[in-house]
């Protein structure tokens, strides 16, 4: 089985971010952990000794506050040594680039061959660094930013994920937490062969439904002992993928 690395993008435009986000979901071989708007907090969630540690960074240079070059040097200090792919608009910075360990210099707006290239390229380094680098396993927990901190949540105790806008409310055995993020984007995180989507706004974990309608239009869910069952709709375009799942033989 070929190994699947892992990646982050520091971008600051959500146009951008997204637009990256699309071309690498088509590749097997790559698996986004998370995408941050500012480099202060991608920073904070590399230095975090429980977060996984990236095998790729895809890094846009002008940010406000602190620039992709800033963020260059202060990973430098850290024990990890992801490869980095710079994507930005503006090709002077091409000279300074070279001061640093890069895998590629992509100017927006990005084209998919080129960025192909480059992550080849970061692979290559990542391959010859370990040869023996096995599989990378999708960690048993999911960060997130919740407010002002960092939260840690287990697999197992998420019940669902219910999207709003650009926010998602995670609800746990344990409590809800509301994170800036897409329904999307925290999805990919998750083991697909525990988690769902059953419709536009909800992901719910398949180990905690207690029942379901018989013909499969909404689900109801093992929730906290005070609270009973939560109950949650199926969409009309999800139902089959659910009926197919979890329907009788």
Do not use: C
């Amino acid at each position: 089985m070929s190994a699947v690395y892992s990646f982050i993008i520091v971008e600051d435009v959500a146009l951008q971010r997204e637009h990256l986000i699309d071309l690498l979901h088509s590749r097997l071989d790559l698996r986004l952990l998370q995408a941050f708007d500012n480099a202060e907090d991608a920073y904070l969630y590399l230095s975090d000794s429980a977060t996984l540690v990236p095998d790729l960074i895809f890094l846009d240079i002008e940010m406000p506050e602190a620039s992709g070059f800033n963020f260059l040097e202060a990973i430098q200090k850290l024990p990890s040594s992801p490869r980095v792919i710079i994507t930005t608009a503006f090709a002077e910075y091409a000279v300074k680039g070279y001061d640093y360990d890069l895998s590629g210099y992509l100017l927006k707006p990005i084209e998919e061959e080129q960025l192909n290239k480059a992550i080849q390229k970061a692979l290559r380094s990542l391959e010859q660094k370990d040869d023996s680098k096995p599989v990378t396993k999708q960690e048993a927990h999911l960060l997130i930013k919740s407010k002002s901190k960092w939260v840690k949540l287990a697999h197992e105790e998420i019940l669902y994920l219910e999207g709003a806008n650009v926010d998602v409310r995670i609800v746990t055995t344990g409590g809800t937490y509301v994170t800036r993020n897409r329904i999307k984007n925290l999805q990919q995180k998750l083991p697909r062969d525990h988690f769902m989507r059953i419709h536009d706004s909800f992901v719910v974990n398949l180990n905690h439904i207690r029942s379901y309608a018989s013909n499969y239009t909404y689900l109801e869910l093992r929730s906290a002992p005070e609270e009973g069952l939560k109950k949650l709709p199926v969409g009309p375009k999800y139902r089959d993928q659910f009926k197919e799942s979890l329907s009788p033989e």
